[in-house]
């Protein structure tokens, strides 16, 4: 930037004089002999060795292993839970060090686009360098095939085209000049006369004198801007870890007023401690964490089915609570197949049927079906036969081999039955400077020159017009005002013209492209992808607004977003000049409000994200380019596209999209919501397990001066407490994430990112089992007690099948309870137990363990739960008991039903 001007808006002789006397800070000479300080033409990628990261990981987790390891020595003695704890730390470590890992291979995806390389002209010769010695004022020499060093202002060029997919994700290439652009706040794409470090040359040859290199290029900065911003926690690691937080808080404040209580009682200390860790150990669900990661990992799982790839687990959630989808428009929204749409012939207007590549549809004035033949004839032979693409059949369908633009007349020639080559004599290749491309071919009698082009450039190369099989003279006026009215609609449109020349003529110069007879015009579009139209409905019925980020023009984006649906307002568009004309506080006032933005550079993008954000949204991005890697990292969930998508953006992105598809997006979002609703049912499911083992183990301490049978043993032992979590986190709980997906899950809003996991209804039904199971536990436990003749008759066996009476009990309710816990709101009798057949699995392999643990010591001679044999009449009220969790849930439901207060999630 030279005086508050773009090197784009300088006249190339001003660029020079800039660079070699030193206005922009330092001379090229100077530059070349400070290499290492200025003008070193690298990235910089501040990466820590594998030592230092891990060290990092080890630091912020020693100190809990230490404490652990502490507590648990104190109140149990014993070292085997000690390293239990040490291994889950360390696994938690090495899963960070990973992680950390993945964060940077986005920053080496960017450094692998740099060129080693590169041919300047330096003191008068040509010579091949290393392109990190390359420094502002050189000139760079660009041909076919090059990646260009650094950023470059042209100013030399001959038809040079220059793919800048890696770096703005527009497929097309685009074509160069070196005339200065006076308009400011251009992005990247939009600089015709600039090249860009990391793009390559798709055709022709160029000059560039070097401006930027290193960290100053696009590349550098987007790499900056890359090592800046930080990742978006998702909402449920926050739910999570608040929720956390809660129950670490609750079950020590219960455990200290436990072991008050027992040492206000009398009881000895040492026997307190061991109840209270007891306690403790019940109260917190162990198998917590393990199931929400199965929970994210089988939603992933069905993710993938519906082509969308998940990179980071808790972004299968996070798309459950988005607010905003940005997305692209070309081959997300849209097909990326330029189809024709309209032609315009011989003073008459045609529609064309047909979507996409494949050569079906047919050609109607209004709504009736016309013959193809006269005007709108030639006018389609002349864009098939002036063209070098073609139409490919594959196994996947139609494909287009060469431009786009080109494919679209090859198919609309083809809807015709229009297929016969002539032999091409010679041709003029489209260029910039021309507006047109011009071939020959042998005709019959004649030969005949076509000619494609801008309709005005077109139009200036003509004399008369095809009407109805006569030449006419050129209603130019007429024809002009029919290209506004196509262009209105948002038309990519292309004229098409023709000129006999003598059989002797074989080779084509530019004086003889003049004197032609204009044939028509054909208007072309990137159309609606089917399957979106119906993805973004059900958006809009789910809560979540469709926002559409495009490079093209601001009608072409109307356009589109009007035949999708997206935005209410036709008018409510903005540009990306508009975008960089405005403050963020101005943006943040109308990004709501905002559903199109045209001509919007990918850093918009990001800018864009940041006021989203700012207005309380979830918001989900798209992106492919290089450029759009900031805006994906700094969105609630980056989301990249597998087919077109560079690596940078793959690796930044928490998903990626199979088939570069919004409706997959939306498919996603069904998945994200249906996940969050099975982590809600297994903790639903798993906290009445601990509440209900902590009661009983705080109410066998307050209760030991009234039933002296608490003072000799607790209801439940503390390695059945650690199986009983082990149990229900496995067996029955981790069913539950495979649960079918519920009715109209899309018909509902997004939920509050910040709503707490413990609302009043989760403590409602989580206080419901807890207190069912902990009465049941110790109303079977005392009625085996009183059936015995009370504790001081009791034997130590008696006493142990008193406490296998409770462990039984408490794995029974759970056991019950799993069967209404598929469903937060319905019945358990309006579905089939069949549906999910997992939870039957898991149900009848708790129940199997739970009587191979009973029976242990009949049938092994051992009893590792010191567990005993009770009589069988014992288990009739085992299950009447435990059915109360069930039926007591079943009520719930119906009332809240009943009464309209259901869950809402």
Known sequence: MLNGKRWYQLPIEEVFVALQTGKVGITSGEARARLGKYGFNEIEVKKRGPLIRFLSQ??????????????????????????????????????????????????????????????????????????????????????????????????????????????????VPVDKDVAPILSPDLGPGEQGNMCFSGTFVG???????????????????????????????????????????????????????????????????????????????????EGLAAAIIAAFAVGAMYMARRNALIRRLPAAETLGCTTVICSDKTGTLTKEEMTVVRVYSGGKDYQVSGVGYEPKGGFFQGNAPVQVDG???ETLTAGYLCNNAALIEGEDGYTIAGDSTEGALVVSAAKAGITEKLSKLDELPFESEQQYMATLHQGDGKNIIYVKGSPERVLGLCQGQLMDGSIEPLANEQILSKVEEMAGDALRLIGMAYKYVDKGKTSLTEE?????????????????????????????????????????????????????????????????????????????????????????????KFRITKQLQRRGNIVAMTG???????????????????????????????????????????????????VYTNIWKVI?????????????????????????????????????????????????SIPLIWEPKGKRILEKPPRDPNERLFNPFFLWRVGIVSVISAAAVFILFLAFVNAMGGAEKMTDLQLTQAQTIAFTTLIMVQLFYLFTARSINESAFTFSPFSNKMVLIGAAATLGLQLLIVYSYPLFGISPFRTAPFPLQWWIPIILFSLLGFFAIELEKLLRRRLGKEATL
């Open 203 to 285: 055709r022709g040859r160029g000059q560039g004198v070097v401006v930027e290199t290193g960290e100053r290029t696009e590349l550098g900065r987007i790499a900056g801007m890359m090592r800046e911003t930080k990742r978006v926690t998702p909402p449920i690691v926050k739910k999570i870890d608040t929720f956390i937080k809660f129950v670490i808080i609750a079950c020590v404040s219960f455990g200290i007023l436990n072991l008050v209580l027992g040492i206000v009682l009398g009881y000895e200390v040492g026997y307190m401690l061991i109840a209270t860790a007891g306690m403790i150990v019940a109260m917190i669900p």
């Open 624 to 674: 492919d380019g290089v450029n759009d890697a900031p805006a994906l990292k700094a969105a609630d969930i980056g989301i990249a596209m597998g087919i077109k998508g560079t690596e940078v953006s793959k690796e930044t992105a928490d998903m990626v999209l199979t088939d570069d598809n919004f409706a997959s997006i939306v498919a996603a979002v069904e998945e994200g919501r249906h």
């Open 375 to 377: 005007g709108l004839a």
């Open 58 to 171: 080890f630091k912020n987790a020693l100190l809990y292993v230490l404490m652990a390891a502490a507590v648990l020595c104190a109140l149990l003695g014993k070292f085997t839970d000690m390293y239990v704890v040490i291994g889950v730390v360390l696994a938690t470590v090495v899963i960070g060090f990973i992680q950390e890992g993945k964060a940077e291979s986005s920053l080496e995806a960017l450094k692998k686009m740099l060129v080693p390389e590169c041919t300047v002209f330096r003191d008068g010769e040509r010579k091949t360098i290393a392109v990190r010695e390359l420094v502002p004022g050189d000139v760079v020499l660009l041909e076919g095939g090059d990646r260009v060093p650094a950023d470059l202002r042209l100013f030399l060029v001959k038809n040079l085209g220059v793919d800048e997919a890696s770096l703005t994700g527009e497929s």
């Open 512 to 604: 003889d492209i003049k004197d032609l007879v204009f044939l028509g015009v054909q208007g072309m579009i990137d159309p609606p992808r089917e399957e979106v139209v119906e993805a973004i409905k059900k958006c809009k019925a789910a809560g979540i607004r469709p926002v559409m980020i495009t490079g093209d023009h601001v009608q072409t984006a109307r356009a589109v977003a009007e035949q999708l649906g997206i935005g209410v307002d036709r008018e409510r568009a903005l540009t990306g000049e508009e975008l960089s004309r405005m403050s963020d506080d101005e943006l943040y006032e109308v990004v709501d409000k905002v559903s199109v933005y045209a001509r919007a550079a990918p850093e918009h």
């Open 684 to 732: 639903l499911y798993l906290l009445p397990t601990n509440g209900g083992q902590g009661l009983v183990m705080i109410g066998a301490v307050l209760l030991s001066p009234f039933i002296p049978v608490f003072a000799l043993r607790l209801p439940i032992e503390p390695v059945q407490i650690l199986w009983v979590n082990l149990v229900m986190a496995i067996a029955c």
